[in-house]
DNA sequence: TACTTTAATCAGAGACTCTGACTATCTCAA
DNA sequence: TTGAGATAGTCAGAGTCTCTGATTAAAGTA
């Protein structure tokens, strides 16, 4: 069944492998209360804290969706909100511990998958693969 | 801000991009009453009609969703129902002529988008694009 | 100071997805 | 041929994610 799928579908494919992955094995360590999409603007949250606004934007998402996963994930204890110093109508969402264990461990997963990947496709096909991404997210991500 | 993604998730922004243009071209055309979960489900179903087990497996959700997708394309005329002849449990879904309007379009949209990215990282790099993500889907498409 | 914009929240609704339970039909082995 | 188990699909109910619209408070600006 060697169809001739898009390249956006392609991607979609490995895309949704990755994120089954590392979402797998971060509730396999115990933190299996975090869902894809809190997960998702989790890992979006600047280690100086980042304005709801600009996760949302940078998620794609409004800023009530995002309002909704920060009040989850803060109610699960991964972050915590506090005033912006600089803006009185802000505040800035931060990591807390409980956070800063579960983001390398799901790096890791992460970097695992792309070890096997490149295994598959040799080292050289990786490199061109993750250089040609970024290239292609100068052109097709919004936020950056 | 050249952070270093990792793989899957620079597939996931260019994916996105995709998606979300394919998506508005044929909302644009009038089609506006398909949703993204909806033509996800839609694009699977083979042209000599498709088993609700079969589209659900495929596209990686529970028959249930499926079913709900399917219940919804019906309803918006761009599939139907009918008595599997080689099975009296089964059902197939076809599509309908509405159906067969809107796929050459989005493909057509995924193609205008594919070789704008062309455009941008050349042509060499994109049949390289092309020929490694066909290689990683077969090890993270568990359908094919 | 008055007007406009921005950051965030509240309220309500719709869409998507899941688990569990069930019926009808098919398959296969005794 | 018949009975047990597997398979295709549906119904019911619930949780999650997402959106639009309206509102409040604080900044920025003329």
Do not use: C
Not at 41 to 65: D, F, P
Not at 115 to 136: D, N
């Amino acid at each position: 069944m060697a169809e001739e799928l898009n390249v956006g579908l392609l991607m979609f494919i490995a895309h949704r492998a990755m994120e089954n992955r590392v979402f797998a094995a971060v509730a396999n360590a115990g933190y299996g209360d975090v869902t894809i999409a809190q997960a998702r603007l989790m890992a979006r949250i600047s280690s100086t804290g980042s304005r709801l606004t600009t996760l949302a934007e940078s998620a794609q998402v409004t800023k009530q969706t995002a309002g909704f996963l920060v009040d989850q994930l803060e109610r699960a204890g991964y972050v915590e909100r506090v005033p912006d110093p600089a803006d009185g109508r802000a505040r800035l969402v931060l990591l807390t511990d409980k956070a800063k264990e579960v983001l390398p461990l799901a790096n890791g997963e992460a970097a695992a998958v792309e070890a096997e990947w490149e295994k598959h496709i040799g080292k050289r096909r990786m490199a061109q693969l993750r250089e040609t991404l970024t290239m292609l997210r100068e052109i097709t991500d919004p936020y950056l």
